[in-house]
DNA sequence: AACTCGGGGCC
DNA sequence: GGCCCAGAGTT
């Protein structure tokens, strides 16, 4: 096995010096850039981390801001990128590298995924990149590629599976090179070994010992378990607005989007006049209702499927429960998850402009 | 080992 | 409509 797959790695490198695609983490690869990018790409695309990247670097530029940062002010950056947990994990993790590590990201692949939100890929990613040092990263390219370069059939989401293919990539990485021969397996897996599709085997540099393709079986490798579907959860979101203010709550610190702001709702489809109970019952006094379109949001493991309503009401007591905030402040301050950007403009519109269907 | 946790782009 | 993405934490 080791002989065999020890056959890619010079092709692999003179691939990569060829068609390496400029990213912003790739300029200057010190750890904390590095460690950033790596914690966003977690299960994201490159194209969709890039923006958000710039903006995140010139926010938090190094270990000492992100860990005196705003937990809201964080939550405002990751906003729309999913996972909220990764950022709160590497604010955690920036505040024990200060306590322990004197500020300094430990270079020790064994040592770095002590540290929260850090495992087995982005450890071996910055030892690699950032230090330059021999250790696997074996993510979802990785384990795309040399399942077929090898013709494996085994069930690359089984965690034997991957810890095996980080001891193989391990013996036959080159010393001098850690970090490019990572980097470019995970690019050829991007670029060429795509995930969804035709590979592109014409322009690849492994095409001349890759088992799959000698086989024609590039459309059955990677094999995946298949995984369990989704649940429905079916919800009525109420755009609560007192003329001036738009309503929102806090989600709780555990579970499904924590800790970010949300519409108000409630579980099940109400009917107009569930809906209007359900307002009074909150201790609102509504003045007019109109029902709003449906929505589905989809989530890794969870679909909402929303119904809405559009409410106005008299000027709100505060209650603790319920926010009310002025719509442009929500835009600057306040993060709301994408889940209800269906809803976005009825947030935004000016009393008056909209045509309720109901007076009450 | 199974489940939780977001969002979007591509087929 | 399904797939999967430079995965990790919790149970």
């Known amino acids: 096995m080791k002989e065999n797959l020890e056959q890619i790695v010079q092709p692999l490198l003179r691939w990569f010096d060829q068609n390496a695609r ?17 914690i966003m790409l977690q299960q994201t695309r490159v194209e969709a981390v890039k923006p958000f990247y710039q903006r995140f670097m010139e926010a938090l530029p190094d270990i000492q801001t992100l860990a005196n940062c705003e937990e809201e002010e964080l939550l405002k950056l990751w906003e729309g990128l999913g996972y909220y947990n990764r950022v709160r994990n590497m604010q955690i993790a920036a505040r024990t ?14 040592e770095l995924q002590q540290l929260k939100g850090i495992g087995s890929y982005t450890a071996g990613a910055i030892a690699s990149i950032a230090y330059g040092k021999v250790a696997p990263a074996v993510d979802g390219n990785v384990l795309r590629v040399i399942s077929r370069v090898t013709l494996s059939r ?8 991957k810890r095996g293919m980080e001891q193989a990539i391990v013996e036959i990485m080159p010393a001098d090179r850690p970090g490019a021969f990572n980097q470019a397996l995970m690019e050829l897996g991007a670029m060429v070994c795509v995930p969804n599709g035709e590979p592109h085997c014409e322009s690849c ?16 490798i990677p094999v995946k378990k298949a995984k369990k579907p989704r649940r429905i959860e079916e919800k009525t979101v109420m755009i609560i ?10 989600r709780p610190p555990k579970g499904l989007l924590s800790g970010l ?18 307002i009074k019952e909150k201790g609102f006094s ?18 909402w499927h929303m119904t809405a309503y559009l409410i106005l009401i008299e000027d709100p007591q505060e209650t603790g429960e319920y926010l009310f905030v002025e719509p442009e402040k929500t835009e600057e301050k306040y993060p709301i998850p994408a889940a209800f950007a269906a809803y976005a403009r009825y947030m935004e519109i000016k009393l008056g402009q909209e045509k309720y269907r109901e007076d009450l």
């Open 97 to 110: 590298v200060i306590e322990e590590y004197g500020g300094k990201l430990p270079d020790d692949y064994l």
């Open 154 to 161: 085994e069930d690359i989401l089984k965690q034997s599976v």
């Open 286 to 303: 509504p003045i007019r209702i109109k029902g709003l379109e449906t929505a589905k949001h989809i989530f890794s493991h969870v679909e």
């Open 205 to 220: 540099p492994l095409k001349g010992l890759c088992l799959a393709r000698k086989m024609g079986a590039m459309d059955e």
């Open 22 to 38: 400029i990213l912003p983490w790739r300029d200057q690869p010190t750890p904390y850039r590095v460690w950033v990018s790596e």
């Open 261 to 278: 702001y949300e519409l108000p709702n409630t579980e099940g489809h109400l009917t107009q006049n569930e809906a209007v109970a359900w």
């Open 241 to 250: 607005r007192d003329g001036e203010h738009l309503a929102i709550h806090k």
